[in-house]
């Protein structure tokens, strides 16, 4: 599920921490971890800011590379399909 990189809200029928928890679900429902960050809103002029991290980015990265190499040049003699098979499930089940 893509969301959005900025959220922002101007309701007044809403108070402000029922659109803010409604979000914060919203996020940790789709696995993200959500840290706030004082600096940023004291930079940006608001009462609170959040930083939004997906934890598994760097994980989808490091497989994206591996699978990558491996259709521009698979080599049988270099890398053992098994061993590079394992690795990926390892990497998708190790948890953060």
Not at 10 to 26: A, G, K, S, Y
Not at 28 to 40: F, T
Not at 50 to 71: A, G, S, W
Request: charged share 40%.
């Amino acid at each position: 599920m893509k969301l959005p990189k900025h959220y922002f809200c101007l309701n007044e029928m809403t108070p402000q921490h029922e659109v803010e928890e409604c979000i914060m679900q919203e996020w940790e429902s789709a696995g993200l971890d959500i840290r706030e960050d004082e600096d940023l809103a004291e930079e940006r002029g608001y009462d609170r800011a959040f930083e939004v991290v997906n934890p598994y980015r760097d994980k989808l990265q490091k497989i994206k590379k591996i699978l990558k190499t491996n259709i521009k040049q698979w080599d049988e003699t270099q890398h053992d399909p098994v061993e590079e098979f394992k690795l990926l499930v390892e990497m998708i089940e190790e948890k953060q």
